[in-house]
T-cell receptor, first 108, second 113 residues
């Protein structure tokens, strides 16, 4: 069974702080990793993808991947109230599986 | 570039009735996914197509759910007969290949009463 685990939260951070979201996966053959953001009542939208070990930065977002530990994370710097949403981790090894998501609330 | 199109947006049916959902992926995308998302949960993969072939349908309840992608473009997902626990949002997504990022349609919200 291919499992993708995330802390369900809710995670609450003050505006301007760093939000850290974590994800672990069971399928060691997984090749590509994605973070999606989902606002209430909306469809998931892609934030970032990462394929190689290490860090990948895009604006305020940094994705980190450690295949040996089967761990992927997302850091959001200078968090804004508009970042309040559910963040979904997705892992792909010929099929794309999602975690349950972490609900993030950024308080002004 | 047009996104993933899904219809209908909303559907209310009685249990034991049948229902069908339609998806048109982004042009040129070979991979198409159907997900079921129950309120408060992450998307659950039901079936994945690569062109018109099935890559993974291990989590599709085949006694009541069926899906097809006959010409490798549009896809339909059918439920027959529906149960109360099928109430969920059904999401279609597409990607250029099986390992690439996927883009989602707006989803179909199904309510079974």
């Amino acid at each position: 069974q291919k499992e993708v685990e995330q802390n369900s939260g809710p995670l609450s951070v003050p505006e301007g702080a760093i939000a850290s979201l974590n994800c672990t996966y069971s399928d060691r053959g997984s090749q590509s990793f994605f973070w999606y953001r989902q606002y209430s009542g909306k469809s998931p939208e892609l934030i970032m993808f990462i394929y190689s070990n290490g860090d990948k930065e895009d604006g305020r977002f940094t994705a980190q991947l450690n295949k040996a530990s089967q761990y992927v994370s997302l850091l959001i710097r200078d968090s804004q109230p508009s970042d309040s949403a559910t963040y979904l981790c997705a892992v792909n090894n010929n099929d794309m599986r999602f975690g349950a998501g972490t609900r993030l609330t950024v308080k002004p | 570039e047009a996104g993933v199109a899904q219809s209908p947006r909303y559907k209310i049916i009685e249990k034991r009735q049948s229902v069908a959902f339609w998806c048109n992926p982004i042009s040129g995308h070979a991979t198409l996914y159907w997900y079921q998302q129950i309120l408060g949960q992450g998307p659950k993969l039901l079936i994945q197509f690569q062109n018109n072939g099935v890559v993974d349908d291990s989590q599709l309840p085949k006694d009541r759910f069926s899906a097809e992608r006959l010409k490798g473009v549009d896809s339909t997902l059918k439920i027959q007969p529906a149960k109360l626990e099928d109430s969920a949002v059904y999401l279609c997504a597409s990607s250029t290949t099986g390992g690439a990022e996927a883009f989602f349609g707006q989803g179909t919200r199904l309510t079974v009463v």
